[in-house]
């Protein structure tokens, strides 16, 4: 079992930058460094896309294009946080962000079916 605490969303212009953080509590099952981690976000009126995935094999994390060179993630294993920083945000950044696990050590995709676990999400909104 798993309980996911995302923070850090605000207000931010364009251009700017933001760093979210997902804590996570692992109280029982896989330790959290066996879990795939996800950044996932829903902005008003559109489905909840991914935006990375990091793998518990290998910690390589893949991004979709629309983020890639702009969004980084990061995992503080010894803190069992991981953070989403975020710069060049854009007006099309803005959505509700939400970090998501699953506990596997197999390569998966960000496809919000697929995960088990959600944090509560934070808002994220960048001003043109």
């Known amino acids: 079992e798993v309980q996911l605490q995302a923070s850090g969303g605000g207000l931010v212009q364009a251009g700017g930058s933001l760093r979210l953080s997902c804590v996570a509590s692992v109280t029982s099952g896989y330790p959290f460094d066996d879990h795939v981690i996800a950044w996932f976000r829903q902005a008003p009126g559109k489905e909840r896309g991914g935006v990375s995935c990091?793998?518990?094999?290998?910690?390589?994390?893949q991004y979709p294009d629309s983020v890639k060179g702009r969004f980084t993630v990061s995992t503080d294993y010894s803190k069992d946080t991981v953070y989403l920083q975020m710069n060049s945000l854009k007006p099309e950044d803005t959505a509700v962000y939400y970090c998501a696990a699953k506990p596997t050590i197999l390569t998966v995709g960000a496809r919000v079916e697929l995960y088990d676990y959600w944090g509560q999400g934070t808002l994220v909104t960048v001003s043109s």
């Open positions: 990091t793998s518990a094999s290998d910690y390589t994390t």
